[in-house]
């Protein structure tokens, strides 16, 4: 997936994150909740366990972390061109692009108008509306603060060094795409069913992460067609068949079954959070071939 050559990004969307960062923003305690239930973060891979996770409300109320301003600093710089080549002015321009397709999409689909979350880059520990995290547990998306939370070292160290999955830029706009599908699902109140029924090949959980990738491929569907605001060029000039086989081999990647395996465990569908490899790569296709919100409609379907 390339973006086309010249242009500036509007970064306001995005900041540098990381403990001590964006003060007033702190952790609350995981416990309150929307509609009755627990506030908890949804993590890229593996289940959540809050207690493993050391999901607590961060108390540590420093000045703004050095790593939180080296990343504001870049973000600051990015413009679309750098995006083909450095991850952190990737990730950037990705939530622009979904921005200017959900904004397209959700009101011609759904007949909602959308609200962009914010994205914070970020490194180690970071104090989140669901608690404090760490990086550990990959990209991840709090509905309490509606904020994608993503470490660019999580890329090459965790999903194609440990897991196997594409290096290739696509895969890394998968990632962004995914969970800012997991942000389209706060809105429209599906994103509890995670919660309701959180484990096995076809519980709540499962779907609503399967959602998440068949939204990801609704994005990529629109992503090169889609002007940006004003009716200039789309943010993304090409989009090709190894991009999505990229993608594919990514989504393959962060299947449970697959994570299971290359950590030595046995293959324990009940386990299951996010599905196997062959449903994400389904789902992705799904929502990339069809473009459509209704094809997505993974609780209505047969897993
Ligand atoms: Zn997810």
Redesign the pocket.
């Known amino acids: 997936m390339t973006f086309r050559q010249g242009g500036s990004l509007d970064t306001s969307g995005v900041s540098g994150g990381g403990r001590g960062g964006r003060g007033g923003r702190r952790g609350m305690a995981v416990g309150g909740g929307v509609g009755g239930l627990a506030i908890v973060l ?1 993590a ?1 891979f593996l289940g959540v366990d809050p207690g493993q996770l050391g999901l607590q409300s961060g108390d540590n109320g420093g000045p703004q972390s050095d790593s939180a301003q080296e990343f504001q600093a870049h973000i600051d710089q990015c413009d679309l061109e750098q995006a083909n080549t450095d991850t952190v002015c990737r990730i950037v321009a990705t939530t622009e692009s979904l921005e200017d397709v959900w904004t397209t999409q959700l009101p011609d689909q759904a007949g909602m108008r959308w609200v962009q979350p914010h994205t914070t880059i970020f490194t180690g520990d970071v104090d989140t509306a669901c608690g404090a995290a760490s990086s550990d547990i990959g990209p991840f998306y709090c509905p309490a603060d509606q904020d994608v939370y993503l470490d660019p070292a999580f890329f090459d160290q965790v999903l194609v060094d440990r897991l196997g999955g594409s290096p290739a830029g696509a895969a890394q706009m998968y990632v962004v795409a ?2 800012f599908g ?1 942000h389209l699902q706060t809105m429209l109140g599906d994103i509890r069913r995670s919660q309701q029924d959180p484990q096995g090949p076809s519980s709540g959980a499962v779907r609503v ?1 399967l959602q ?1 990738d068949c939204y990801a491929g609704l994005w990529a569907h629109y992503a090169t067609s889609t002007p940006a605001p004003g009716g200039g060029e789309p943010l993304l000039e090409s989009l090709t068949r190894s991009d999505v086989d990229a993608i594919i081999q990514t989504a393959e990647a962060i299947g449970d079954d697959h994570i299971q395996k290359s950590g030595g465990a046995r293959v324990d569908p009940d386990s299951w959070t ?1 599905g196997s490899s062959e449903m994400r790569r389904q789902w992705f296709l799904t929502g990339y071939e069809q473009g459509s919100m209704q094809a997505c409609d993974t609780f209505g379907a047969r897993l």
């Open positions: 949804v890229l995914h969970e997991h992460e998440a996010h």
